[in-house]
């Protein structure tokens, strides 16, 4: 769909009309998944999304009920965003947390899941500053940070301005703890914020610079097959055609009521990003990984801890 919206309701329109195809997977940017959802959510038909992360998707309807046929194994955005908070102060210790966002639907909601946990705890940002997705310059927002001592900042927009922003904090002399999403476990963000990337804690559900078996196993065939590293995403994707495997499976039918009813029910299905168990808003609620940029590899925080001592 190119995220484009008009372009996921065309493709929806023409897999569900023309393909009568079984169950959907999409879309990637939350703003296309948001424009399908209302075609396969009257119809009736399964959406098993593994990338979109707005909190939107997986909110009640305007009737106040529940969507049934959207399941995600993606993070939700305000989810991580708290996650990213609750770490930046229980685990890193951050004496004074600072919000920085993109203005989009992404940057928006996350920033604000990540702000209300830290007003929660009674710890509440000691700034939160924003930017617009193109802005070349952050100086204003990083000298603000600066000026109030802000020692670790959650972050949550994309990678062309993370590189920038990063490059620019250094030239100002601002020392930052930089964590974020798993938005940025690509190699294009590495390769444009080169060694100012090292340090960023990055929250993803799979890291191919894991050491654990089943990682292993998955990097080996993913690279063999594609010639290039798998990211989180990848293995997202993956799990969720083999939890639809499952799903017919455990239904033993082809019946979309019965089969959306056996992924609402999942249970004992563990993929590459660890066992799925969804909430009542079809949300996967895994635990998070933590990993650490180093030398352009994403390593699990522990393992990485361990190195330093």
Known sequence: DGTKPTEAVNATNKLIARDKIDFLMGSCSSSTTLALMPIHTKLE???LNSCSSSKMITDPLPSGQ???WIFRLQYRSDRTAAFVAEFADKELGAKKIGVMNDTNEYGRAAADGAVQYLKGIGKPAAVHENYNSGDKTFSSQLLKFKDAGVDTLGYFGYYQEAALILKQAKQLGVKLRVVTTDVLHTPVFVELAGPDANGVLVTT????DASDARSVKFTEAFKKRWGKDP??????GYDAVYLMKWAYEKA??????KVRDALASVSGFVGVTGETKFNERGDDMRPFLVTVISDGK?????EWKKGRR
């Open 45 to 47: 038909m399964i959406n």
């Open 66 to 68: 529940l969507n049934k």
């Open 205 to 208: 559900a799979f890291t191919q």
């Open 231 to 236: 990211t989180g995403v990848s293995a997202m």
């Open 252 to 257: 033993g039918t082809k019946d979309k009521q």
């Open 298 to 302: 994403w390593i699990p925080y522990e």
